[in-house]
């Protein structure tokens, strides 16, 4: 009989030789002329092609071929013709580049025969094309080393690929970017399943969060898919199914599990065609933070505007910042309840909105307060921002009415030009009278209007007594209830007992709700917010069947002034107070946001003249928003607005 340490230790080489690893493919990071890719693990076709074919394509030591399939619905596939998709592609689709000219699958998108016109050899020379594989519908064959490509198990559209010259496998290409702005928190890719996986990739030598986007020529827009290829990035309060909802705060991602279905405002988007490519970073459970000492488990997203170093406002922050910095990034899924979007939408110089409470479902979605929680979107472009609002709110958005509003309120503006911003405010104001061809506006102080008209229902409390508190009292209560308390629960079962670390400003937030308010509190505000919201629609923001809304109320988003991320500030307050802004919230109207121009300033980082955003918010009457979108994008075509551009210069 063998020794006991002997009998022991085959006992363990035999558990260890019967039990199966979980092994999964996850990918390749590969360089095509210097730029990181990663191709997807799972193949959408596969080439009936030979052996030989494939080899002769093939790069030594390279299990990975790049590939392009090109549409084309000429009759006659010419040198030009090559060159000109060629040119095409490159213009269009920053994932496309000539590296992947490798191999080359030319489908035909016509309705009758075509052929193929020699000679291309030495336009596929110049590229370094090694395999040539036009589809059976071209009525030239062509051979490759002496085989002749047979075609696809799978027609897929144009654009990059790669190709394995072992299997003939083909896959999905993505570029991959540095989230140099840390405006994400992971990037992601579909499933089969309907599901998300992160993104199991890195950009090589790079120490920011890795991004992959596919290729806009996959995608093609319809009418059921308005939102075909759309890049969208989602703020980490949504729930996407396969994919872990942290809200800002490490314990509350490391304590739950996957999502395991996705929320209804996310699922709407994607059906419409919209591409996830990552989720982006919240203040924590979306209250306002302001770099750096407030973000304590996660560090506050860049700014790209001005030198780079400015407040890039929240609770929104990823979207905005990586809508303010990323060209390959198309619109970002933020969340408004105080001002969420429209912070970060005019720090960061793009458009936003905080639409009419209600217009979706926010099942799945973080809550901070039911009573004003409301989903909207950053973007730089206006036409785009339309379509995704129609995707989302579906028909709970009306863009048909006669005219627009011919009357203009303002709230806070400035009336003369003393500085640069209030210059580019006034001249915007301007032509928008012009363009509405509406009478001088008419500036307003909510609070003399109440005192002038205070509704019975208010007694004697000035509009400072019956809202200064309610957004607070709101916000602390209902988010402790909803989220905290079953947070809390759930964590100190996991963790023997022991508390979550939480940044200071929802501790502070939470405590003053729950230390100063009464239990009946949140109900009183909630009441004294539907007082003064009948009150503002009789009064101040009147509906009409012609214009939606008699008049859109202007006031002043961002001035360009400077918000260095690198100063300290004071311990968080509570977020009493009636601005303009919030008003909006109370009245649940759309509050959207517009840049119109940048002003400069003299950096104390850089030690030079730097330009950071100009922007202002338009208010309507609730259910208006389709209104707005309509405005916007006339004042687009008239040269009113403008698409500001990526980076550290607006526009």
């Keep these: 009989m063998a020794p006991k340490f002997l009998r022991t230790v085959f006992a363990a080489l035999v558990l260890v030789a019967s039990t199966t690893a979980e092994i999964s493919e996850s990918g390749k990071t590969v360089i095509v002329n210097g730029i990181a890719y990663y191709a997807a693990p799972e193949a959408v076709s596969i080439i009936d092609a030979t052996p030989d074919m494939l080899k002769h394509a093939s790069t030594t030591g390279v299990d990975l071929i790049p590939l392009t399939v090109f549409a084309d619905s000429s009759r006659s596939f010419t040198t030009e013709v090559f060159r000109s998709l060629v040119a095409n592609y490159t213009a269009t689709d920053d994932v496309f580049n000539t590296g992947f000219l490798q191999a080359i699958y030319l489908k035909h998108v016509g309705s009758s025969p075509a052929t193929v016109k020699y000679p291309l050899g030495a336009a596929l020379t110049q590229y370094g094309t090694k395999l040539f594989m036009p589809a059976r519908a071209y009525t030239s064959s062509v051979k490759s080393q002496g085989q002749t490509f047979t075609g696809w198990r799978t027609e897929i559209p144009a654009g990059p690929y790669f190709m394995s010259p072992r299997t003939g496998n083909v896959y999905q290409a993505y570029r991959l970017y540095s989230d140099e702005q840390g405006a994400f928190t992971e990037g992601l890719k579909p499933n089969a399943d309907g599901s998300y996986s992160v993104l199991s990739a890195a950009v090589p030598g790079d120490h920011s969060p890795t991004i992959g986007v596919p290729s806009r020529l996959y995608y093609t827009k319809t009418a059921d898919k308005p939102l075909a290829g759309v890049r969208l990035g989602v703020k980490d309060i949504y729930d996407i199914k396969g994919v872990k909802t942290g809200n800002g705060n490490r314990a509350y991602y490391d304590l739950y599990p996957p999502r395991a279905a996705t929320c209804p405002a996310v699922q709407r988007l994607i059906d419409a065609g919209a591409v996830i490519i990552g989720k982006m970073k919240t203040s924590q459970f979306a209250n306002g933070e302001s770099p750096t000492a407030d973000w304590v488990d996660y560090h506050c997203p860049f700014n790209a505007r001005g030198d780079g170093y400015q407040d890039p406002s929240s609770s929104s922050s990823g979207p905005g910042a990586g809508i303010g910095a990323y060209s390959w990034l198309d619109i970002g899924l933020g969340s408004d309840t105080g001002g969420s979007i429209r912070g970060p939408s005019g720090s960061n110089g793009c458009y936003g909105n905080r639409p009419s409470h209600g217009l979706v479902t926010l099942d799945g979605v973080m809550p901070l307060s039911p009573a004003l929680d ?70 307003i102080v909510p609070a003399t209007l109440w005192a002038a008209s205070p509704p019975a229902e208010a007694g004697n409390a000035s509009l400072s007594n019956l809202l200064n508190l309610a957004y607070p009292t709101v916000i602390s209560q209902q988010q402790y209830n909803l989220l905290t308390l079953p947070f809390y629960a759930d964590y100190a079962a996991a963790h023997n007992g022991k508390r979550p670390f939480v940044n200071p400003t929802p501790l502070i937030r939470w405590a003053f709700g729950q230390v100063n308010m009464t239990a009946d509190a949140t109900e009183s505000a909630l009441r004294n917010a539907t007082i003064f919201r009948t009150w503002w629609e009789k009064e101040v923001i009147v509906p009409s069947k012609e214009s939606c809304s008699e008049s859109i109320l202007v006031y002043t988003q961002s001035s360009g002034n400077p918000s260095y991320r690198n100063i300290y500030g004071g311990q968080p307050g509570i977020p009493t107070g009636i601005s303009v802004g919030r008003l909006s919230g109370f009245a649940e109207e759309p509050d959207m946001v517009f840049p119109i121009g940048q002003a400069s300033y003299n950096s104390t980082i850089t030690l030079q003249e730097e330009v950071l955003p100009v922007a202002v918010s338009i208010v309507a009457a609730k259910g208006c928003d389709g209104m707005i979108f309509t405005l916007a994008e006339k004042l687009l075509a008239a040269g009113i607005l403008k698409i500001p551009k990526t980076g550290s210069v607006t526009f």
């Design 374 to 443: 409301t989903a909207g979107f950053l973007t730089r472009d206006p036409i785009l921002w339309h379509a995704a609002s129609k995707a989302l709110y579906g028909t709970n958005i009306t863009s048909d009415f006669p005219s627009l509003p011919k009357k203009i309120l303002t709230s806070g503006f400035p009336t003369t030009a003393r500085t640069e911003a209030q210059t580019i405010l006034l001249d915007f104001l301007s032509k928008l009278q012009d363009f509405l061809k509406a009478p001088a506006p008419t500036a």
